[in-house]
């Protein structure tokens, strides 16, 4: 079974300030991660994934993420938010066989203050 | 610019109606997925289909609902007889995956919103 877990609800952070939103996944082998934002009243959009190689990766919008193999993570990470980056983030994991559909966690709604 | 269509956008229905929701995935794509979002559950996999044929459809609730690909450019939705607890966004996804590789994005489209009343 693969599962992501998004330990918050909400986050708050200061436009400017750098944010990070945090997912932890359960998957049999490798894992295939992916960060999704969705803005109110539309779809998910793909921001950025960790297939292999560096540890760090860099996606749309300024935003990265960072695998950490050992915590079996992937932090989305932005070093100066925007008011305009306010929206709900999925972090959504896949297994190495790509016999699954992406299993989503249950979103982070981002809250930048001007 | 290659975009998942849906239509339609809304719905409001009566409890015991038809509903039908359709989805166009992107040109190209072989596999459709069927996600329902609410505030309660989240995210939910409901099927999802590759080159037409359904692969895992074990997230939808067999009674009422059921999921089809008539063709490669349309896939549907239906619940019959729907029921208030329905009441969702229900998104479609598309993908292209070769030999199973998971390296694959998934592509959404702009949802449904179901009201059952």
């Known amino acids: 079974a693969q599962s992501v877990a998004q330990p918050e609800d909400q986050v708050n952070v200061a436009e400017g300030n750098p944010l990070t939103v945090k997912c932890t996944y359960s998957?049999?082998?490798?894992?295939?991660l992916f960060w999704y934002v969705q803005y109110p009243n539309r779809g998910l959009q793909f921001l950025l994934k960790y297939i292999t190689g560096d540890n760090l990766v860099k996606g749309s919008y300024g935003f990265e993420a960072e695998f950490n193999k050992s915590q079996t993570s992937f932090h989305l990470k932005k070093p100066s938010a925007l008011v305009s980056d306010s929206a709900l983030y999925f972090c959504a994991v896949r297994d190495e066989t790509g016999r699954r559909a992406l299993t989503f966690g249950s979103g982070t709604r981002l809250q930048v203050q001007p | 610019d290659a975009r998942v269509t849906q239509t339609p956008r809304h719905k409001v229905t009566e409890m015991g109606q038809e509903v039908t929701m359709r989805c166009q995935p992107i040109l190209g794509h072989n596999t459709v997925f069927w996600y329902r979002q609410t505030m309660m559950q989240g995210l939910e996999l409901l099927a999802y289909f590759r080159n037409r044929a359904p692969l895992d459809d074990s997230g939808m609730p067999k009674d009422r609902f059921s999921a089809e690909m008539p063709d490669a450019t349309l896939a549907t939705l239906k619940i019959q007889p729907s029921e208030p607890r329905d009441s969702a966004v229900y998104f479609c996804?598309?993908?292209?995956?070769?030999?199973?590789?998971?390296?694959?994005?998934?592509?959404f489209g702009p949802g449904t919103r179901l009201t059952v009343t």
């Open positions: 996804a598309s993908g292209l995956v070769l030999e199973a590789r998971p390296r694959y994005e998934q592509y």
């Open positions: 998957v049999s082998g490798n894992p295939y």
